[in-house]
């Protein structure tokens, strides 16, 4: 299944050839509210999807945002090796790193306009992923009710947007 979630970039730096070099929080734990057609449980208004840690920092699933790439939005489709040209803006380097209840990445956004969009305000990141979702109802180690969880969680894309759903705790700079 095809979710997005949203971060913010932070402490960006400008090279001398113009990129703009940050690192962000990436893709919290906890749990997420999606409207149900978002996900295919058209049902329901709104679905409370569980994010556990040791699904998130899970050393399959943190592999996968190395070198992933950022786009300006989310694309319709998944980025790969047919579309990268048209939709990557920059990308995710080197290794993610675990810290607290999110991820931190560095990233690098070599596109201007991408650039001129984080500098006009675009600061958050909605993280676009494949996942399985198992739809079972619980609660969490910290008592909060949901409706489904998310297991096996692979990246494809960062996508630069103005407001995401993991809120302003993961963002670009301040």
Not at 25 to 42: D, M
Not at 46 to 62: F, I, K, N, Q, T
Not at 116 to 126: M, N, P, Q
Request: proline letters at 5%; hydrophobic letters at 35%.
């Amino acid at each position: 299944m095809k979710f997005t979630d949203s971060i913010e970039i932070s402490g960006p730096r400008t090279t001398r050839d113009g990129f703009l070099i940050a690192d962000a929080f990436a893709v919290r734990t906890g749990i997420q509210l999606y409207n149900g057609s978002e996900i295919g449980l058209n049902d329901l208004d709104v679905v409370r999807v569980w994010r556990p840690e040791d699904e998130v920092r899970s050393p399959a699933s943190l592999s996968t945002f190395s070198h992933a790439p950022i786009t300006l939005g989310h694309p319709t489709v998944g980025v790969d090796a047919s579309n990268w040209k048209d939709l990557a803006k920059g990308e995710v380097s080197t290794e993610a790193v675990w810290d607290g209840n999110k991820i931190k990445i560095p990233l690098i956004v070599k596109d201007a306009g991408a650039i001129k969009a984080i500098s006009d305000g675009t600061r958050e990141l909605s993280a676009g992923y494949n996942c399985q979702l198992e739809v079972v109802d619980g609660i969490t180690p910290d008592g909060e009710p949901y409706d489904a969880i998310q297991r096996k969680i692979v990246i494809n894309h960062l996508a630069l947007v103005p407001k995401g759903r993991a809120g302003s705790e993961c963002r670009i700079g301040d």
